[in-house]
């Protein structure tokens, strides 16, 4: 069984940290964009965005506990819950920026949307990932490390010291 210093230990720092976002996050964004505009061809977008956010939140904090920042084991309903803020953030940003999009061009074709949701997700996405990286599992560390650091008291170990080299003088006073 790993213990949570050995995971403490293994967590990656941020660039490898920011690598494996993007590669998760951005995986599950992406998979997302097309799945938002599958699904908007049968219900309104702005729906179409709320559902797919929900279950992309809930894949991509599952693979950012186990993979990205090293937590080692499933996402806590904390976790979960302070992810579903970013993600709630995340999805305003996307719906911004297609209604900007929309009031902005009469009739944007199928690439400009891509483009301008991809982008938005990006933008977010990076604010997710100081968000996810300093608050959400950076707790889940400490905790790790807290734990690690009371569940077994060190002994203390005495050490003797040489007497200094080279002649000694004792000084008495009377």
């Given at each position: 069984m790993e213990t949570a210093q050995s995971r403490r230990q293994t967590a990656p720092g941020a660039f490898?940290?920011?690598a494996r976002f993007v590669l998760c996050g951005g995986g599950v964004g992406l998979a997302s964009s097309f799945a938002v505009a599958a699904l908007a061809s049968w219900i309104p977008w702005v729906l179409a965005n709320a559902l797919i956010t929900v279950a992309s939140t809930l894949l991509a904090t599952e693979l950012h506990a186990r993979f990205t920042f090293g937590a080692g084991g499933r996402a806590t309903w904390r976790q979960h819950a302070?992810?579903?803020g970013s993600?709630?953030?995340a999805y305003g940003v996307t719906c911004a920026a297609m209604l900007v999009l929309q009031q902005s061009v009469a009739t944007p074709g199928a690439v400009l949307e891509?483009?301008?949701y991809l982008s938005a997700s990006a933008?977010?996405?990076i604010?997710?990932?100081v968000v996810l990286r300093l608050l959400?599992?950076?707790r889940n560390h400490s905790q790790a490390a807290a734990t690690v650091r009371t569940a077994r008291p060190v002994p203390t170990i005495m050490?003797?010291?040489a007497a200094p080299v080279g002649p000694t003088v004792l000084c008495r006073t009377a």
């Open positions: 490898a940290a920011f302070q992810s579903a993600a709630a953030a891509q483009v301008v933008l977010a996405g604010a997710r990932f959400v599992f950076a050490t003797l010291t």
